[in-house]
């Protein structure tokens, strides 16, 4: 017999045997802890979009009203007033801040399915699992 096969111990009682139920439990877990952190890089990203879009907001308070403002716009910049810029500006910067928002809940949602897994499984397995970073 392999040496591995010995020393392994069996598990005998019936709480200890991880079911296909509990296997699924577990991989969702994993599935979601990993979303999780993918979730909260993309948060900070967000952030500091919304924050650069707030201080060129305040930068461009500070232009001339007929001076021309040039707004990107793919690849490209374009000419545009300062009014127009802003108008421009204040939609972009709404749009931003409902995808932070959705983001925000789509954390929220997964921290809860995850506290809801983790809680399942410990109260399974006790000390057997890890379910810690």
Do not use: W
Request: glycine fraction near 2%; proline fraction near 3%; charged fraction near 35%.
């Amino acid at each position: 017999l392999p040496t591995d096969a010995v020393s392994a111990p069996m598990p005998t009682d019936e709480e200890d045997q991880v079911t296909s139920a509990d296997q699924a439990k577990i991989n969702k877990f994993s599935r979601l802890n990993a979303q999780l952190h993918d979730i909260v890089e993309d948060l900070e990203l967000q952030r500091k979009a919304v924050e650069e879009l707030n201080d060129l907001s305040d930068e461009l308070i500070l232009l001339d009203d007929d001076e021309p403002v040039k707004y990107s716009f793919g690849e490209c910049y374009f000419e545009v007033t300062k009014e127009r810029a802003e108008g421009l500006l204040e939609d972009l910067l709404e749009k931003k801040q409902a995808a932070l928002r959705s983001s925000e809940d789509e954390l929220a949602q997964c921290k809860s399915t995850l506290t809801e897994l983790k809680t399942q499984l410990y109260a399974k397995f006790g000390s057997n699992i890890n379910l810690e970073e």
